[in-house]
């Protein structure tokens, strides 16, 4: 856990780098556009499926409502179409910025750590964009599947937050571990490394993406957790070797 937090919080000063600011620009953008685009071609016809499903076709969902109606809370129904959708549109505004971040600006971000704090760290990989592609695709599909059987235990208040933070934090970890070992670690360490540090892994990504639930820290996410890993996977990668930083200390 002391390792977590101390990638999180090296991330955090990271952050302030010109540099590093600058590449708040892609998921910014990303997310302009994202929505622009929403707007002009998917919003309403989402919006008017969901309605059918939700309160027009039989099922749980308008037996439900029916009975909700019955309470006086026949108005309910606009928000809950307005609220599910947003919950869908979302996480694929959440999964276009990770997948952009991965594999355009974690080169920036490796650079940036490796010819820094991490110098000393020697580059034994080399960056692919096939294969960082590949393995951002590939988890985007297996998450999509997952988010999307996921979708029916959202009625349960508790579950309706806890899965799509479980789901993006599973994402987050599967892509984010590789992009950031796949420039230093040769291919048997980046196994053995992401074996090691699975949980941590996940841990570390469960605390970058609870700041999606903060509107509008969803911006800096993106980026955020690239130096997350960075910070954590290169210190990893200098302990794996027996590396000392400059004080002297294997890093923790």
């Known amino acids: 856990m002391n390792r977590v937090l101390r990638a999180f919080g090296k991330a955090l000063l990271s952050q302030l780098h010109p540099r590093m600011l600058a590449l708040l620009l892609i998921p910014f953008g990303v997310a302009i556009v994202f929505w622009l685009l929403v707007g002009w071609f998917v919003w309403d016809p989402l919006v008017a499926w969901l309605r059918i499903e939700f309160f027009e076709t039989e099922g749980v969902v308008r037996w439900l409502f029916t ?22 549109l979302l996480p694929l505004m959440f999964v276009t910025a990770l997948l952009l971040i991965a594999v355009f600006a974690m080169p920036v971000v490796n650079q940036h750590l490796g010819s820094g704090p991490y110098r000393d760290v020697v580059r034994r990989g080399s960056w692919s964009v096939a294969a960082s592609l590949w393995n951002a695709v590939s988890s985007a599909v297996l998450f999509t599947v997952v988010y999307v059987v996921s979708l029916p235990l959202w009625l349960f208040p508790l579950l309706g937050l806890l899965l799509p933070w479980l789901c993006w934090s599973w994402l987050t970890a599967r892509v984010m571990r590789f992009d950031s070992l796949v420039e230093h670690a040769d291919p048997d360490e980046r196994r053995a490394l992401i074996a090691r540090h699975r949980k941590a892994y996940f841990g570390l990504s469960l605390l970058v993406t609870a700041l999606n639930y903060i509107p509008p820290l969803f911006l800096i996410t993106p980026v955020l957790t690239a130096l997350a890993f960075g910070h954590y996977s290169l210190s990893a990668v200098r302990e794996a070797r027996g590396r000392a930083e400059p004080n002297g200390v294997i890093a923790d």
């Open 67 to 88: 009975q909700a109606a019955r309470f006086g809370l026949a108005g309910l129904e606009g928000a809950i179409v307005l609220v599910a959708a947003l919950m869908l």
